[in-house]
Structure formats: structure tokens, C-alpha cells
């Protein structure tokens, strides 16, 4: 106990806590060959329409497959990744990988790809230029892309966040505000932000079927989306009770673990029966 040890025992020279700096230290060279050793990988969770119930689109997340650590999970590595800088490079791997796939579900599976940007590439400049060239060289219409940005970074750099989504979105690409809930956006903020899409963070659709008391930050979220006439998408609904609560309080879309967990390429193309899933590789190799 640091208290009772008195200042020759601090926890500083605690070995648990030395091992926790190294990994920090390691980690972060690690992640710089990541990228080149083909550790990375995204993974597709579908966004599901509530009313249709039909796929509309797929959010890319990252994974890391360390090769002795083995998975590492991106709310570990991203805030490593963008302290480093490190985020830049990856994050324009993941928008051409993410692209690319989108380019082979033009004719089934989901119409769009939902992709993570971090605060960092949103305020490097250049950004808007990389995301230009990344459709180009995929020959993607930027109708199948939306961006996900977290709330944190609109309220802290609005002036320059607001300027930079609206260059995005006159490339044609829509804009989604993830996490939406946690980061204290006003009302005025959503008016003066070119937003087309709002995620409602887990922790509002954790309790959209409690009571009345519990439910009500989420039908509030999704009364003013209504208004201002921005689409809903929920996160994280892992529980039935939850998706008919949201489908009563006219939310748009659904994602969680309850209609389908992130999927793997294979598995995904597999599902949609694009060219490239594990049956077909399987049937073409007899
Ligand atoms: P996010 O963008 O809010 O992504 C949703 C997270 O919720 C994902 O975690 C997803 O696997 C998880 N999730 C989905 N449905 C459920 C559910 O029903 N229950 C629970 N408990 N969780 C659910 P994941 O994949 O671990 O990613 C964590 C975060 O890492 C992401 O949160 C995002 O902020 C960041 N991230 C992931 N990929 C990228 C990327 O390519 N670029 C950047 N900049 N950030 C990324
Ligand atoms: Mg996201
Ligand atoms: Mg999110
Ligand atoms: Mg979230």
C-alpha cells in the first residue's frame, strides 16, 4: 500500500507498473511494422435498416493481430496510434482497404461502407485530398462512403471541423457523428455542422428499454434527429427489448452483437455470395 510504505516504496518502482511503461514503449514501435507486416486487418459489422430489416451498410473496424500478444483491441491501440501520429498512415490504409471492398458490393451486399476517422487525420492537412484520391484510385462513388467522426472533435475545433466536413461532403460522401451523447453536442452545434447521419452512443441504447425515466435521453436523441432531419443509426443493441423500443421510437438503423457481431471479409462476402467468401474460394478450388 503506497501510503503505509512511506517515500522509499512508492508505487513508481512497482515491477507491475514498469511492465505497463514498457508495453506502452513497445507498442508503439510494434504498431509501426504492424501495418507493413500485414498484422492489420478490418473486420464489417452490418448496419441493419429497422424497418426493412434489410443490410444497409457496414462499418470497417480495425484489428490487430499481434503475433505474440495475439488480438489487440483498437481502443488499446488507436489513442497509441494517435499520439504517435502512426494514425495517418493507417488511417489511409483503412481507407483504401475499406474502399476497395466497398467497390466489389456494388451489385449485392451492403450499399455502403462506414468508416472510423480519427481527430487526428481530420485535422492534418491534406486530409480531404487523401480521401479524394482514395475514391479515384478505387473508382468508388463516394455516394457508397460515410465518415464517422466522434463528437469530441466538433466541439473543440469547430471552426476548422465544420470547414473540413464540408469539403468532404461536396465530394459527395456523407458524414456521420459517432458516439453521439457522450461529448456534450448542443443543439446549435448539429445545426452548423453538415451532418447526415447520428450514431447514438451504447450507453443511451443500454437503457432505451428501461423506464420511461431511463429511455428518455434516447427518444430525446431521436425526436430532435427527426426534426432536423438527420438519420439514427443505435450502437451496440445486443438485447430484443431494446430493438423494439427503438423501432417504436422511429429510430433508422440498428447495429449491435443481437443482429450480427463485426464479421470477417470471408464471412461477410460468403453471406452476400460476393466473389472471394470462403464457399466460393472453396468452389473454385474443387
Ligand atoms: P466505434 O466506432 O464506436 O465502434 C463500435 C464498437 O462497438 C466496435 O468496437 C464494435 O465491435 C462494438 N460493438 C458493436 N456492437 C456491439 C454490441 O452489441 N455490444 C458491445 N458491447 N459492443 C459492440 P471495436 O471494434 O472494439 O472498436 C472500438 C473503437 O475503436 C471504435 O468505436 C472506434 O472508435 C475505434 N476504431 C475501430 N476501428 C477504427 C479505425 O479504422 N479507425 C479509427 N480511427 N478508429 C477505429
Ligand atoms: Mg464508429
Ligand atoms: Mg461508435
Ligand atoms: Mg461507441
Avoid at 69 to 86: N, T, Y
Avoid at 249 to 268: A, H, K, N, T
Amino acid at each position: 500500500e503506497a501510503k503505509r510504505a512511506g517515500k522509499g516504496q512508492i508505487k513508481i518502482f512497482d515491477p507491475a507498473m514498469r511492465l505497463g511503461a514498457t508495453t506502452q514503449l513497445e507498442f508503439r514501435s510494434e504498431l509501426g511494422s504492424a501495418l507493413d507486416n500485414g498484422e492489420l486487418r478490418l473486420v464489417y459489422q452490418p448496419l441493419v435498416s429497422l424497418r426493412t430489416g434489410e443490410v444497409t451498410g457496414a462499418e470497417a473496424l480495425l484489428r490487430w493481430r499481434h503475433p505474440t500478444r495475439g488480438e489487440v483491441s483498437p481502443a488499446e491501440f488507436i489513442p497509441i496510434a494517435e499520439k504517435s501520429g502512426l494514425i495517418r498512415s493507417i488511417g489511409e490504409w483503412v481507407l483504401n482497404e475499406a474502399m476497395s471492398e466497398a467497390k466489389r458490393w456494388q451489385t449485392r451486399g451492403p450499399r455502403y461502407v462506414s468508416i472510423n476517422v480519427s481527430a487526428v487525420q481530420l485535422r492534418t492537412e491534406g486530409f480531404v485530398g487523401v480521401v479524394r484520391d482514395a475514391l479515384v484510385r478505387n473508382q468508388l462513388d463516394p455516394a457508397h462512403v460515410l465518415l464517422e467522426v466522434t463528437e469530441t472533435v466538433l466541439v473543440s475545433e469547430i471552426e476548422s471541423a465544420s470547414n473540413v466536413l464540408a469539403e468532404l461532403r461536396a465530394l459527395g460522401l456523407r458524414i456521420a457523428i459517432d458516439d453521439f451523447g457522450t461529448g456534450y453536442c448542443s443543439l446549435s452545434y448539429l445545426q452548423r455542422f453538415p451532418v447526415d447521419i447520428l450514431k447514438i452512443d451504447r450507453q443511451f441504447v443500454d437503457e432505451v428499454d428501461g423506464d420511461a425515466k431511463q429511455s428518455s435521453l434516447a427518444k430525446m436523441i431521436l425526436q430532435m434527429s427527426s426534426t432536423l432531419e438527420i438519420a439514427t443509426v443505435a450502437e451496440g443493441i445486443e438485447r430484443p427489448s431494446q430493438l423494439a423500443a427503438l423501432r417504436q421510437f422511429g429510430c433508422d438503423i440498428g447495429q449491435g452483437y443481437l443482429l450480427s457481431r463485426p464479421l470477417e471479409v470471408s464471412v461477410l462476402r460468403e453471406r452476400f455470395g460476393i466473389a472471394g467468401g470462403q464457399a466460393v474460394y472453396a468452389a473454385a478450388n474443387g
